[in-house]
């Protein structure tokens, strides 16, 4: 069998289709769609460094506040 991609530009096609797949002569495969991005990959280098070396040294300093004990 051979596959091809379709692109739908009228719901009476669609309907087409779904009819013609009960028949059984097409079978509708929905594409997946792609994964999504990790936040990390989406904001990669969105942060200028001097703020970004800022937050790690604030995140450091409060691990060490935790870390110390109340």
Excluded: F
Aim: aromatic share 4%; net charge positive; proline share 1%.
């Amino acid at each position: 069998m051979e596959t091809i991609e379709i692109q739908i530009l009228n719901n009476k096609a669609l309907k087409l289709l779904r009819q013609l797949e009960d028949l059984q002569l097409v079978r509708i495969v929905r594409k997946h769609k792609k994964k999504e991005q990790s936040l990390s990959e989406k904001y990669a280098g969105k942060l200028p460094a001097e703020v970004a070396e800022d937050a790690q040294k604030y995140i450091a300093r409060s691990r060490d506040e935790w870390n110390r004990g109340i």
